[in-house]
């Protein structure tokens, strides 16, 4: 049976990539994306490099939370069962951009929507195979601090200092699912996958993008760590690890802290109204 795998913002980058390389492997592959124009050529480039793929789309909009619950309700009735979850999307905005809901925008895109869209889609990964949750973190996590009166906005605004918060929080929700979800058989991890030449850089000045261009891998490259995490058999049973280069990484002392962890998970679903697992 073909492994389902849902991606979030699998339109570009690489998250396109790693929706590419699933397809070619034999995955059913289904793509939560915010543009749907570029969601669509998205499909059309991997219908047409793999024709007898299952390929399709869906709207995501995680800059607004009654989004991403009207598209999980809409997920929960079509799909029926994945068994792969990819927190993919994401945003690095160099001035300060708020959601719809008011949160600082890296915070809310690349952190709180995803761990709503999490719980919303447990009940689909109940009934895959050997069901696994993916969390696209960064060694930027390591410049990360959670400061709760940074999450409606920061003055100064300080992009890596937002995306640093973001990504450490990435890791910190992962490992408390595999903690809370070892009964169920759930896995969660969270991953690397190397400085990226994509989409995400594209707020970015000229004159730094020129600095930072010639240190980064291509999105192809990195897209292949994700694929392996997701489908090869060697990672089943695997869970609360933060790999890069295909093998166990550092995390900083913070993203190791469990009382943080825990802290940061009841705090998120008290904003978030949710009930914790």
Known sequence: MSKRVLITGGNSGIGLCTAEQLAAQGADVTLACRNISKGQSAVARIKNRYPNAGVRLFPLDLSDLENVRDSAASLYRELGAIDVLINNAGVVPTRQEYTRDGYEMQFGVNYLAPVLFTHLMLPLLQKGEQPRILHLASVAHWLGR????????????????????????????????????????????????????????????????????????????????????????????????YFANFKPAMRSPLARNRKLADTLYYDTMAELGLPAL
């Open 146 to 241: 959670i400061n709760k009166k940074t999450w409606r906005g920061r003055k100064p605004y300080l992009v890596m200092d937002a995306y640093g918060q973001s990504k450490l929080g990435n890791i910190l929700f992962s490992n408390v699912l595999a903690d809370r979800l070892q009964e169920l058989g759930i896995t969660s991890n969270a991953l690397h996958p190397g400085g990226v030449d994509t989409p995400i850089f594209r707020h970015v000045p000229k004159p730094i993008m020129a600095l930072i261009k010639p240190t980064l891998t291509t999105p192809e490259k990195a897209a292949r760590l994700p694929v392996s995490l997701a489908l090869d058999p060697q990672y089943a049973g695997i869970s609360g690890e």
